[in-house]
């Protein structure tokens, strides 16, 4: 079984730039969730989407924003980029009918902003 | 805000030694996870303790929860090069599909 793929696993971007991530969860999986990791503030949660709907969303600015296609795939879109939007986001997959067990994640994508 | 704090940050120890790292929290939870993530790499689940149990082994991982103290913690026996990682615990505190995730304790195994 295919893990979840995220991409593009690395990417440079400058300040003002708007950038879009992907997630493909495990198939049959239909919850997707996304984290920000940053040295300072560690894991901290985005937004958590099942069968196409945003279930929670964590404290970010509106410049976050995500969804998630019928296919589960899912994608986060961070518009007018600012230094501090440097880091790692990590997709994450579960099955979404539990209110959450394990989940499995993408090897991250790799968001520098210069 | 992270629910749950590490303790400690940072460990170093000598391969087939023992590791134990500590993690509390704040709220009540439905369950606590443990992950480890390879340097920049994805998370990989270790295991899984629900708010009832108390002690739980996989392979070489024990962890145990302490729902009155509100802590856990994770021990990874006789020690291999390949477990130097970062550990993280992640609690599920209710019906927001959402895990919250501790600053995590960087694990160093020394040949």
């Known amino acids: 079984k295919a893990g979840v793929t995220q991409t593009p696993r690395y990417l440079i971007k400058t300040r003002g730039q708007q950038v879009t991530l992907s997630c493909s969860p495990i198939?049959?999986?239909?919850?997707v969730s996304w984290y920000q990791q940053t040295p300072g503030q560690g894991l901290q949660f985005l937004f958590e989407?099942?069968?196409?709907?945003?279930?929670n969303k964590g404290n970010f600015p509106g410049r976050f924003s995500g969804r998630q296609f019928s296919n589960s795939r899912s994608e986060m879109n961070v518009s007018t980029l600012e230094l501090g939007d440097s880091a790692l986001y990590l997709c994450?997959?579960?099955?979404?009918?539990?209110?959450?067990?394990?989940?499995?994640f993408g090897e991250g994508s790799r968001l520098t902003v210069l | 805000s992270q629910q749950g704090e590490e303790d400690p940050q940072a460990l170093s120890i000598q391969e087939g030694e023992n590791a134990t790292m500590n993690c509390s929290y704040k709220?009540?939870?439905?369950?606590l996870q443990w992950y480890r993530q390879n340097s920049g790499r994805g998370l990989v689940h270790l295991i899984l303790i629900r708010s009832n149990e108390r002690e739980k082994h996989s392979g070489r991982l024990r962890v145990t929860l302490d729902t009155s103290k509100k802590s856990s913690s994770l021990l990874i026996t006789a020690s291999r090069a390949a477990d130097t990682a970062s550990y993280f615990c992640?609690?599920?505190?209710?019906?927001?599909?959402?895990?919250?995730f501790g600053a995590g304790t960087t694990v160093t195994v020394r040949a």
């Open positions: 992640a609690t599920d505190a209710g019906d927001d599909y959402k895990l919250s």
């Open positions: 709220t009540s939870i439905n369950n």
């Open positions: 198939s049959g999986h239909r919850s």
């Open positions: 994450a997959s579960s099955s979404g009918l539990a209110n959450t067990g394990e989940l499995f």
């Open positions: 989407y099942f069968s196409e709907t945003q279930r």
